[in-house]
C-alpha cells in the first residue's frame, strides 16, 4: 500500500490525451511538498519527466505537463504516441514518514 | 555528459550484508546529494536514503536499522551498505543524483538474495 495512489493502469489511442492521478494526504502533497514525475520504459531506469509539479526538464516534450492541487496531483498526456507506453511514477515528500515517497507506478497502454 | 554506474556482488546470502558502489563520471560528487532507489521484480519504486556530499544522511525510516550509506570524494562514489537481508531485499538497485526530481540515474544493478 502506497502513502501516494495512483491507478494502476490507464490506457489510451494514439493522438488521444490521458491523464494520471497521483493521490495524497495533509503530510505530503497537502503540505505544498512538490510531486514529481517519472517515466520508466521498459528495462530501463526511470527518467524524469517533472518536476516541482509542473516543470519539465530539457529535452521532455510539451505533450508531458503536470498539475497540482489540495492533496493530489495529475499527469496529463497529449497526442499519446506508442512510444509512451511506459510506466509512470510520481513522488514527493512526506512529513510524517519524514522521507521521500513513490506512487505505486501506472502502467500506460497506448491501443 | 555525467553518468552513474551501480557496481557490487548480484547475489547475496540471507542474513548477509549487501554492499553497493555509485561511481560518478562525468562531473563532481561535490555539492550534490545523492540517493539510492530500489524496485523489486514486478514492482515499484522505494526510496532507501540519500547522502549529501558533506557526509549528512536521511534513510527510509522502514529500513533505517539496516542502511548505511556513506561518500567517498576522492573516488567520486557513494555506497549502499544493507544488513542482515532477506529474500524481501531482492531488487534492482538504482543510484541516482539529487532526492526527488532526480535527473540522472544509474543503470540499475539487480541484486538477488538466496543461499
Known amino acids: 500500500q502506497s502513502v501516494l495512489t495512483q491507478p494502476p493502469s490507464v490506457s489510451g489511442a494514439p493522438g488521444q490525451r490521458v491523464t494520471i492521478s497521483c493521490t495524497g494526504s495533509?503530510?505530503?502533497?497537502?503540505?505544498?511538498?512538490?510531486v514529481h514525475w517519472y517515466q520508466q520504459l521498459p528495462g530501463t531506469a526511470p527518467k524524469l519527466l517533472i518536476y516541482?509539479?509542473?516543470n519539465r526538464p530539457s529535452g521532455v516534450p510539451d505533450r508531458f505537463s503536470g498539475s497540482k492541487s489540495g492533496t493530489s496531483a495529475s499527469l496529463a498526456i497529449t497526442g499519446l504516441q506508442a512510444e509512451d507506453e511506459a510506466d509512470y511514477y510520481c513522488?514527493?515528500?512526506?512529513?510524517?514518514?519524514?522521507?521521500?515517497?513513490f506512487g505505486g507506478g501506472t502502467k500506460l497502454t497506448v491501443l | 555528459q555525467e553518468q552513474l554506474q551501480e557496481s557490487g556482488p548480484g547475489l547475496v546470502k540471507p542474513s548477509e550484508t549487501l554492499s553497493l558502489t555509485c561511481t560518478v563520471s562525468?562531473?563532481?560528487?561535490?555539492?550534490?546529494?545523492w540517493s539510492w532507489i530500489r524496485q523489486p521484480p514486478g514492482k515499484g519504486l522505494e526510496w532507501i536514503g540519500y547522502i549529501h556530499y558533506s557526509g549528512s544522511t536521511s534513510y527510509n525510516p522502514s529500513l533505517k536499522s539496516r542502511v548505511t550509506i556513506s561518500v567517498d570524494m576522492s573516488k567520486n562514489q557513494f555506497s549502499l551498505k544493507m544488513s542482515s537481508v532477506t529474500a524481501a531485499d531482492t531488487a534492482v538497485y538504482y543510484c541516482a543524483r539529487g532526492v526527488g526530481s532526480s535527473s540522472v540515474w544509474g543503470q540499475g544493478t539487480l541484486v538477488t538474495v538466496s543461499s
Open positions: 495533509s503530510s505530503n502533497i497537502g503540505a505544498a511538498y512538490d
Open positions: 516541482g509539479n509542473s
Open positions: 562525468g562531473g563532481s560528487i561535490s555539492g550534490y546529494y
Open positions: 513522488q514527493s515528500y512526506d512529513s510524517s514518514l519524514s522521507g521521500w515517497v
